[in-house]
Structure formats: C-alpha cells, structure tokens
C-alpha cells in the first residue's frame, strides 16, 4: 500500500504526517517524507527517524527548494500540469546523484531545487484582488 498524507493541512499538531499514520494496520519500515520548502526553514524539517511519533527503520527525506507556487485561481489550475511535469523533472535529475546522509542513521536526504521560475506564479492573494478589485488595497506596480 501507498499513501501520501499532507501534513501542510495540519502542521502545527502533525508537521511530518505521521500521527495520521500511526492508525493504519500495517506499519512500513521505510518513510518518504516530501517536504516543500518555501521559506527557507526545509532542513528543520527533514525529521530523522527517532523524532517520528510512529517507529521507523528509515526515513528519506525529499526536500524541495523553490517549488511551484500555486493558488487557487483557474490561472493556478491551468499551471499545475506544467508544475507537476516540471517538479517530476527536477527529481529526476536529482535521482543520478547520491543521496546525503540525515541527522542519524537511516535518514537520508535528498534536496531538489525545482527552480520554479516567479514568470509562472500568480500569487493567489493578487488573483483574489484582481477579482474583488478593493479600492482599499491597491495592486502592485510591476516596477514594484
């Protein structure tokens, strides 16, 4: 079985997914933890297998720089299939080299910069402006 669980939802009481793992069945050994690093902060939150509320043998920890940046407007949508192939492309070339060792044993690391270009992103706080058009809060200037 394969689960993907976003701790993103929930992140204050579940950074790393894993108490949403803890009630399944069957427990695996081995941890792929994706982490989407926006802010800079991604390698505090590679988390080595003794920090995990469920035990795990190993824990490989992907780390992605500079991910797409996407909202929820239909300019957003529209993107995500070139985010996703673009994202799956950046991993890929990643995978030729090796992977870094983590904090303790059994935890690996593996940072990918996806380089998503800022062209591609629309934030979605401008998009819902654009669609409000509140004269409180202006748009930026592109010089801006």
Not at 56 to 83: M, N, Y
Not at 95 to 122: C, F, S, Y
């Amino acid at each position: 079985h394969r689960l993907l669980i976003d701790s993103g939802v929930c992140q204050s009481h579940d950074p790393t997914g894993a108490v949403g793992l803890a009630s399944l069945p069957d427990q695996p050994d081995v941890l792929l933890h994706v982490v989407c690093d926006r802010s800079g902060e991604g390698r505090s939150r590679a988390t080595p297998p003794s920090m995990l509320p469920v035990r795990r043998e190993q824990v490989v920890t992907i780390l992605l720089t500079r991910p797409p940046a996407l909202g929820f407007d239909e300019e957003s949508i529209t993107r995500l299939g070139k985010a996703v192939q673009h994202t799956a492309a950046a991993v890929q070339k990643r995978l030729e080299q090796p992977l870094e060792k983590g904090t303790e044993e059994g935890h690996w690391i593996m940072e990918v910069n996806v380089d998503w270009p800022a062209e591609w992103t629309r934030p979605w706080f401008e998009s819902l402006l654009d669609r409000l058009r509140l004269p409180c809060c202006p748009r930026r200037r592109k010089s801006d």
